[in-house]
């Protein structure tokens, strides 16, 4: 069973920085095979994709976060990231971890972490 760790969520003044982690477990040696992402839910409001990192390390972000956050992954620590900068207050969200194994289909997601932009 894959389970998904979020951490480094937080409150931080708008222009501050965070670094989020999610620590995958349950996959094993092959976390090099699942794609990575990171998405971000506001109070009623969708859930969207934030940016992604594939096996390759190939990375794609949504336009609201491009040349602000970073995705990256450590695939010896099974860990992925998302290094975030210049946070405004529109970025306020709970952040999830998601992991997908196109092998199988499989889907997993973290529990979330509350990352809070405000002054």
């Known amino acids: 069973q894959v389970q998904l760790v979020e951490s480094g969520g937080g409150l931080v003044q708008p222009g501050g920085s965070l670094r989020l982690s999610c620590a995958a477990s349950?996959?094993?040696?092959?976390?090099?095979?699942?794609?990575m992402g990171w998405y971000r839910q506001a109070p009623g409001k969708q859930r969207d994709l934030v940016a992604v990192?594939?096996?390759?390390?190939?990375?794609n972000y949504a336009d609201s976060v491009k040349g602000r956050f970073t995705i990256s992954r450590d695939n010896a620590k099974n860990t992925v990231y998302l290094q975030m900068n210049s946070l405004k207050s529109e970025d306020t969200a709970v952040y999830y971890c998601?992991?997908?194994?196109?092998?199988?289909?499989?889907?997993?997601w973290g529990q979330g972490t509350q990352v809070t932009v405000s002054s």
């Open positions: 998601n992991a997908a194994f196109p092998l199988s289909g499989g889907v997993y």
């Open positions: 349950g996959t094993g040696s092959i976390f090099r095979l699942y794609t």
């Open positions: 990192i594939t096996t390759g390390g190939t990375t």
